[in-house]
């Protein structure tokens, strides 16, 4: 059996996803915004975050997979598209929505490509940073929560594919 060691509670963790939903509904008022899901991580907080957000934004979404953990702990900063989005993202304001920005490995990746497909802008928003274990610099304009240098879990975030369902975020005791 794994130990699961709660951290931040499912109160916690909505109240603070619609205090970024808030925030969001502000600064989108009056333009669209094109969120990109990475999945599988972030599926859970894009559907809590854009739900949350005022009835009159405007709001759409598509996904996009990226590989890069395989099934271990350390990332091996090996980064590859296995699931493109399905529309062009030119003249858009992209909000890139994901689960954990740990080494900064895969959003650098993601913003090369992305940028290069002319977006008016492009910000993130992340529900868990992980800021000490950065190797590259990655500007996050919305944040959830600061996590310490620990292997997190739930809402989105797994260990060898499972404990996404979690409805709280907590860490894993390693052996
Ligand atoms: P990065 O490229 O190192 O920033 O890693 C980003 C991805 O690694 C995240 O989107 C997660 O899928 C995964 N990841 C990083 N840290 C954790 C963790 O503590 N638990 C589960 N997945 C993680
Ligand atoms: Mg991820």
Redesign the pocket.
Known sequence: MDKIIKMIDTDELFARIKELAKQLSEDYRGREVHMIC?LK??VYFLTELSKNMDEDSRVAVDFMAVS??GNERV?K?V?KIVKDLDDPIEGKDVLIV??????????TYLMNILWDRNPRSIEICTLLD?PS?R?KEVDVKYVGFEVPD????GFG???DQFYRNLPYIAKMELD
């Open positions: 990475v991580g972030g890069s953990y990332s900063g980064v994901e689960d954990i920005i740990d080494s900064g490995n895969t959003l992980k274990r190797v620990e292997f997190v879990l975030l797994d260990y």
